[in-house]
């Protein structure tokens, strides 16, 4: 800002405050004789105020007047202050653009351009834009009256009399009423080239797409026929004379300045190709030869000038042609590089204020637009624009992009098209970087409406819609659905009902008349839901179809949308969201279990578009979200049917991670170490119970007792739920202990302790639609015979006169699980001795144990079981494994502490560590362990039930394979890897447990 010495003026003041930046030069101009006869009119201050930049407005104004004629210039100024519609225009385009403003200091006479304000004026199309170019006969005289074109939407523009679309529509339409004046031209000049041949300009990019910019290339491509009597060479040669003559007049720069380029690289090899073809030899090369970004290009085709029939003619013979690419190999992935490609090629110190081509922006649009045209557009004619927010609202419409994502692209788009127009306007040069000068950046947030602190302002307003952009860029442009549905064959993606049965026959539906029932309830009518669901089932039939049982993971899914049909969020997520549609066909076609725990509470779809959605919670949290609904709840019956529900929530989450980990979808390959998936889902299943217990232990205390017991009270784990490897189907094996608390009678303490009990199992087992905890306590001292509950004294002195060797075996998995912590503690203080006792076992205690293994394996296998097969206890099996292990534990871990773990597999590890076992035999037992311990899960996770052997029936056979990583058709060799594995494991049991 200048500073003036001394006092300042009232005009100085009035200046400062209506925006003008160098106040003191305004004034002197404002003393200029010219304008003598305005300077004190408030009118035109209060206008000069308004524009983007008062101080360019009043030098243009100036400059103008005094361009002008005498006599002319008394009209203008009277002009100015009494016509309101023009003083804005004027005034306007004078503060957004110097260009403009060195236009009409040329021409002065042009500013009556602007004196109209017709309904024909407000939005011109090609036939007003050839009449204000009409007359133009020459290169020179075309440019002038481009300029005087141009000056009017500009006005419209930055009065707002246009919007940033409509604006760049008028822009298009100048463009094709240009370059068929250009065209003419270059006719006249050589008419006999005109004789020879028809020639079709063909816009494409912006121009063609109807949204061009003030300043940018003219994409265009030349197709020339001969006419009759003509050699199709001699036309091809007349064709390229003229249309290199129509480009020098659009192209050249003289004293008047340049039109724009016009820009031919779009045509069949570029640069290195004839600049003029046949429309045979058009698409001898679109059939061959194209590329992927060629077809993309094309979609914006549109004949503007030259032979209409000729041009027409091209676009319908490439139509099909464009609409048919997403059909080619790696289209998608092809798409995809080329965006990643543009932003990696801009300068590192141009990338911040890219404008057009940086992350988030204006590419980010449009690419995302095109490629879901591409995809979608096949079979969907609406989507078939060229024009970007056209196409956008098509999309919307049509249910492939959400109507929120689409509002809040179209106003970041426009808001950034608008912005790329105000930079442009001001030098009408053909520039996408946002200026750094604060001058520019107050003149460009000036320019968009803002006004108390514009370069703040816009440059908050820029970071936002870029931000948008970016984000809903990154969603559209690279979820896995698009991909999916690209791989369809033409005309699948969306299903009419002849084809629907056809490839439910091929994909292998076991009923395809109730499959196609199902996607007619789900697709048929006009509504967004059904038009979103026919986007959706193409592909998921796919998804289903690579499954053991695809019929069950359509009907699955139709009673999952038939649930939340009415949830505005639940088709969006399945479009929108990662890899959700995927993860979800995975889910409902992999057995029964997880399919039944989701349909109980269908909103927990919900955590397949998660990406965090997937991943177990830990116990401290879930303890929390427990105990914080039974502090809310009414009653105890009520408080643990919501931890039922959480529990049912969470085994939903842990099983659909299982499924999704082993099988895998194309975003997220499935896991190579069969381990980790079942130390998941043994830690998560073992972390719920857990939970899901001490909300019932807070429950049952509450309910009868507030908040203290008269006796500290502990939940021990043992068995697989010590050990932190319960199966889906898995029962919690506990021993219950408490202590009398101080001055509390012993009696009565028990009672209470098992009333506590009693209440809690009672209320685990209430018949609700949640999959039921059962709570198994025969592990006890003295097993079904013996009281269920005891003291801390009571286990000590049992313990130390009773105990027998199998017990203190069946303590190493022995964990506290909930309640009182420190009476957890002191019992595992208490047990360590007989678990781990000094100087190991003695040889009558390794001779019991070894005694009690045979006689399980003899005794307890299921009649008519086959050995080779059962998970639990035959041969190699997890019994074969865990004894082994624990034998190991009871002999060393009195002076090996890794061995002191409820853990089979951490044992086992400690084990191979001590070098008391072998790598490659501490190898093979965890290997036939797992695999065990997968099948188990596998079993449950199909049939819905427990079960220690494969199932019997072929499908559940199948999907029992898929789990573990075995094509269809490949169920025999499952089953002899099963028996090859636990063959080794039990010649490891063998030597290593019996000695042999």
Known sequence: MTTVPGRRSSTFTRLLRHGFTDPSAAERLLDLPELSSVRSDPVLLDALGATADPDLALRGVVRLVEAEEPDERQVLLDTLVTAKPLRDRLLGVLGASEALGDHLARHPRDWHALVTYEATDLHPGVAEFEQGLAGADDPDSLRVAYRRCLLAIAARDVCGTTDVAEAAAELADLATATLRAALAIARTAVPSDAAQCRLAVIAMGKCGGHELNYVSDVDVIFVAEPVDGCEESAAVQAATRLAAHMMRICSDTTVEGTIWPVDANLRPEGRNGPLVRTLSSHLAYYQRWAKTWEFQA??????????????????????????????????????????????????????????????????????????????????????????????????????????????????????????????????????????????????????????????????????????????????????????????????????????????????????????????????????????????????????????????????????????????????????????????????????????????????????????????????????????????????????????????????????????????????????????????????????????????ALRAAVREQWGDTLPTRFAVIGMGRFGGHELGYGSDADVLFVHSPREGVDEQEAGRAANQVVSEMRRLLQLPTADPPLIIDADLRPEGKSGPLVRTLRSYEAYYRRWSLVWESQALLRAEPMAGDEELGRDFIELIDPLRYPMEGLGEDAVREIRRLKARMESERLPRGADPTLHTKLGRGGLSDVEWTVQLMQMQHGWVEPGLRTTRTREALAAACAAELISGEDAQTLDEAWVLATRVRNAVMLVRGRPGDTFPSGPRELTAVGRYLGYEPGHVGDMLDDYRRITRRARAVVEERFYGA
């Open 298 to 695: 094309l979609l914006k085709a549109r004949p503007v000038a030259g032979d209409p029939e000729l041009g027409a003619e091209y676009v319908e013979a490439v139509s099909p042609l464009v609409w048919q690419a997403a059909d080619r190999e790696n289209f998608v992935a092809d798409v995809q590089k080329m965006r990643r490609r543009v932003v990696d090629n801009i300068p590192a110190d141009r990338v911040e204020r890219e404008i057009k081509l940086g992350p988030g922006g204006l590419r980010d649009v449009e690419f995302a637009v095109q490629l879901l045209q591409l995809v979608h557009g096949r079979s969907d004619a609406t989507l078939r624009s060229g024009t970007t927010l056209e196409a956008l609202r098509a999309l919307a419409a049509g249910g492939y992009v959400g109507r929120v994502d689409a509002a809040q692209l179209d106003d970041a788009y426009r808001f950034l098209r608008a912005m790329e127009h105000r930079i442009q306007l001001y030098r009408l040069r053909r520039t996408h970087l946002v200026p750094e000068a604060e001058s520019d950046l107050r003149r460009l947030g000036r320019s968009l409406g803002m006004r108390t602190d514009p370069i703040t302002e816009l440059g908050q307003a820029w970071k936002r819609h870029a931000s948008v952009v970016r984000r809903l860029h990154e969603k559209l442009f690279y979820r896995p659905l698009l991909d999916a549905v690209a791989q369809l064959a033409p005309g699948e993606s969306r299903l009419s009902a002849k084809a629907a049965v056809h490839r439910l026959e091929a994909l292998g539906y076991a009923d395809p008349a109730a499959a196609l029932r199902h996607l007619e309830a789900l697709s048929s009518g006009v509504s967004r839901k059904a038009a979103i669901q026919r986007t959706l089932l193409p592909v998921l039939l796919g998804w289903f179809a690579d499954s053991a049982d695809p019929d069950a993971g359509l009907l699955g899914f139709r009673k999952v949308s038939d649930a939340l049909g009415k949830t505005p969020w639940y088709l969006r997520l399945l479009r929108d969201e990662g890899a959700a549609a995927e993860n979800l066909a995975r889910v409902l076609s992999a057995g029964r279990l997880a399919p039944d725990l989701l349909l109980r509470a269908p909103e927990a779809v919900a955590i397949l578009g998660d990406p965090q959605g997937l991943k177990p919670r830990s116990r401290e949290h879930l303890e929390q979200e427990v105990l914080a609904a039974v502090g809310r709840a009414e009653g105890a019956e009520s408080a643990v049917a919501v931890v039922r529900g959480v529990r049912r929530r969470e085994l939903f989450r842990t099983t659909a991670a299982d499924l999704i980990g082993s099988y895998g979808t194309e975003e997220r390959p499935a896991e190579e170490d069969p381990g980790a998936l079942v130390d998941r889902v043994g830690n998560a299943v073992t972390d719920l119970n857990a939970v899901t217990i001490a909300g």
